[in-house]
């Protein structure tokens, strides 16, 4: 139920958009889902879809960037991808490591960020 209560919060943040601007129809969201989130992309948009039955939004396209890992490692100083010898979904549930020297001595850049970026709506 992860993604059904981030889905709720995206919702009542377009919809409250949509009538602070007096907004008729929303046409199209867009978002950026980091991959350390574990959020399902298609779980959220289910959950959206259906929580825009009945609104302004109502039909509206869903479309989704997912944003990958990038790390910035404080002993060597690579940025990049980190190490990993999965390639599941739980990769990250483990310490994430550099992929150039090893170390866990590193710093999330990238990959954790869920936000709207973009409503489109007529007036």
Do not use: Y
Not at 78 to 106: M, N, T, W, Y
């Amino acid at each position: 139920m992860h993604e059904f209560s981030i889905s709720s919060e995206i919702v009542k943040s377009v919809l409250e958009a949509a009538e602070k601007h007096h907004g008729k129809k929303v046409l199209s969201i867009q978002m950026d889902i980091g991959e350390l989130t574990l959020l399902s992309i298609e779980q959220v948009t289910f959950w959206i879809k259906e929580l825009f039955r009945g609104s302004v939004a109502e039909g509206a396209k869903i479309k989704v960037n997912m944003i990958k890992t990038r790390i910035r490692c404080e002993a060597c100083g690579f940025h990049g991808r980190p190490a990993s010898k999965r390639e599941d979904l739980f990769q990250h549930l483990g310490p994430i490591s550099c992929l150039k020297c090893g170390s866990f001595q590193v710093k999330i850049e990238k990959g954790r960020e869920c936000n709207l970026r973009k409503i489109q709506a007529l007036r």
